[in-house]
């Protein structure tokens, strides 16, 4: 039997301060019935004092502590996010530092949403080669510093927080089965930061502009990611011979509850088989499934054997989908 990778600890952190959509009602032209009514949202975290790196590092610290991995057995670590606390050096790196993982390779991994699969994805490639290897795949994001708190069409969305897994093999008949990434390029323009990187470096006509903020066409952005969700995941479902009913539990990316609605109406699932925690936390890009994993799993809801499903959308555009037997 081949190896197989497997998730022995998670971990989650969120800032400490909670922005309601009754406060928001005092910040911009909104409701909480609008908000909630469109997205399924009612807070979020926002990181006041808190870097992308300190909640990266504290998730971590969680996720190993139920692996019972010493930090300086990790052989890698690697971070998905978009929000980093500096172009260099990278958040992982910057983890590798505060976890004293003085044996492990660190980088960052840009995917947006579909941050932490995309690592994943990786990791598992990484154990494949090395079944006594210990990974640290983390999402974790900021992005109430990329949020325009004056456009009421984004800020509504958007929260901060962090989640981990550790990864490590096994020649059992569980963990990863498979992994699907995709990305087009051609639809950037639809979700983007343009500011703030090399080709529109800091001036002022970029800070005018709002280009160092979150620009999202979302009628667009919607239709699209319904698409691509429902696509990835029968991906893995037709790759593992399983059919929808099959799965015990969905992890999608807590971007919007309509979409997860649509996405359980057309796999044929129970409400009770999707994970949801959107109204607690908002989008938090990359951090959102390894959150909802962590939560799921420290619940008691993840049992050995079960059959669990992850999709994830993003700006680039990105999306993925792992499927995995607990």
């Known amino acids: 039997m081949g190896v197989n990778s497997i998730i022995i600890g998670t971990g989650s952190a969120v800032p400490e301060k909670v922005l309601t959509n009754a406060e928001l009602e005092e910040m911009v032209d909104t409701s909480d019935e609008w908000i909630t009514t469109r997205t399924g949202i009612k807070a979020r975290h926002i990181a006041t004092k808190e870097t992308n790196s300190q909640l990266a590092s504290e998730a971590a610290r969680r996720a190993l502590k139920m692996a019972g991995v010493n930090p300086q057995d990790l052989d890698l670590i690697i971070v998905g996010t978009l929000t980093p606390d500096m172009p260099m050096p990278s958040v992982a790196c910057l983890v590798q530092k505060?976890?004293?993982a003085r044996k492990a390779g660190a980088f960052d991994l840009s995917a947006t949403c579909s941050g932490f699969l995309?690592?994943?994805a990786v990791a598992d490639k990484f154990v494949k080669c090395n079944r006594r290897a210990k990974i640290l795949v983390i999402g974790s994001e900021v992005l109430s510093r990329r949020t325009n708190w004056n456009d009421r069409t984004t800020c509504i969305l958007f929260g901060d927080g962090a989640g981990a897994a550790v990864?490590?093999?096994t020649r059992e008949d569980r963990g990863i089965l498979s992994t699907h990434l995709h990305a087009d390029g051609s639809l950037w323009e639809l979700l983007t930061i343009r500011g703030l990187g090399t080709a529109h470096p800091v001036n002022q006509e970029i800070l005018d502009k709002g280009w160092q903020y979150i620009q999202m066409q979302g009628r667009d952005v919607f239709k699209h990611?319904?698409?691509?969700?429902?696509s990835v995941a029968w991906e893995a479902l037709n790759a593992n011979g399983w059919t929808g009913d099959?799965?015990?539990?969905?992890?999608?990316?807590?971007a919007n509850m309509r979409i997860l609605d649509f996405l359980r109406e057309r796999l044929g699932l129970e409400q009770?088989?999707?994970f949801i925690n959107i109204h607690k936390y908002g989008n938090t890009s990359a951090a959102s499934i390894p959150i909802a994993l962590d939560e799921a799993n420290?619940?008691?809801r993840l049992e050995p054997g079960m059959k669990i499903l992850m999709v994830a959308f993003g700006g680039g555009f990105t999306w993925a989908s792992a499927a995995m037997r607990w």
């Open 272 to 274: 009770e088989k999707v």
């Open 298 to 300: 420290r619940a008691g």
């Open 246 to 254: 099959e799965v015990d539990l969905l992890f999608s990316h807590q």
């Open 225 to 230: 990611a319904v698409r691509a969700l429902e």
């Open 167 to 169: 990864l490590t093999g």
């Open 118 to 120: 995309y690592g994943l």
């Open 98 to 100: 505060e976890l004293k």
